[in-house]
T-cell receptor
Framework: AQSVTQPDIHITVSEGASLELRCNYS??????LFWYVQSPGQGLQLLLK??????LVQGIKGFEAEFKRSQSSFNLRKPSVHWSDAAEYFCAVGAGNYGGSQGNLIFGKGTKLSVKP | DTEVTQTPKHLVMGMTNKKSLKCEQH?????MYWYKQKAKKPPELMFV???????INESVPSRFSPECPNSSLLNLHLHALQPEDSALYLC??????????????FGPGTRLTVL
């Protein structure tokens, strides 16, 4: 069965420091991978996605992620964190055809990012 | 327009009330979703509509009744809810190529409180 693991429940970094959020997936075929961000009480915003091709993908807000098939990982990185990056981050994998039409997303449990001034 | 809108933003209802949540998108997407999200948890899929037809119902209790009147609108009718149904209800939409995976665009959610 497909699954997504985000090992870190809560991470605190200082403003201006670099950030890496970990994501590991379990999926039999080539995965479709996503990172979403959610501010408190808000919906989810797509940061970036990986479908195929270059394993280093660039997203919005200065984020990037690297797909490593050998490690079943899709870690999210940012070189310099801003206070406005404090939020919940969800990694998700597209689970393939579901009911013959649209594929489903399987979410990790999320990592809460706090930013110290 | 790359926005999914949801109304109302907040809703408080009693266990005997009937209310509806609304979701709208104008991106030409043909797949629309309802998710339920409890505090400090990831979204849980409730329903998927594909080309205005219900394609997935994740064993959701019948007190939640989805409706897709057209390709841009998605409703969630609520009746006889329980306090444990209090949560953030998220709507999302995506392209539907009947075989591919596409990113889902989420609305801001409706914060539902059941008294």
């Amino acid at each position: 069965a497909q699954s997504v693991t985000q090992p870190d429940i809560h991470i605190t970094v200082s403003e201006g420091a670099s950030l890496e959020l970990r994501c590991n997936y379990s999926y039999g075929a080539t995965p479709y991978l996503f990172w979403y961000v959610q501010s408190p009480g808000q919906g989810l915003q797509l940061l970036l996605k990986y479908f195929s091709g270059d394993t280093l993908v660039q997203g919005i807000k200065g984020f990037e992620a690297e797909f490593k098939r050998s490690q079943s990982s899709f870690n999210l990185r940012k070189p310099s964190v801003h206070w406005s990056d404090a939020a919940e981050y969800f990694c998700a994998v597209g689970a393939g055809n579901y009911g013959g039409s649209q594929g489903n997303l399987i979410f990790g449990k999320g990592t809460k990012l706090s930013v110290k001034p | 327009d790359t926005e999914v809108t949801q109304t109302p933003k907040h809703l408080v209802m009693g266990m005997t009330n009937k209310k509806s949540l609304k979701c709208e998108q104008h991106m030409g997407h043909r797949a629309m979703y309802w998710y339920k999200q409890k505090a400090k948890k990831p979204p849980e899929l409730m329903f998927v509509y594909s080309y205005e037809k219900l394609s997935i119902n994740e064993s959701v209790p019948s007190r939640f009744s989805p409706e897709c009147p057209n390709s841009s609108l998605l409703n969630l009718h609520l009746h006889a809810l329980q306090p444990e149904d209090s949560a953030l209800y998220l709507c999302a939409s995506s392209q539907d190529s009947r075989g591919g995976i596409h990113e889902q665009f989420f609305g801001p959610g409706t914060r539902l409180t059941v008294l």
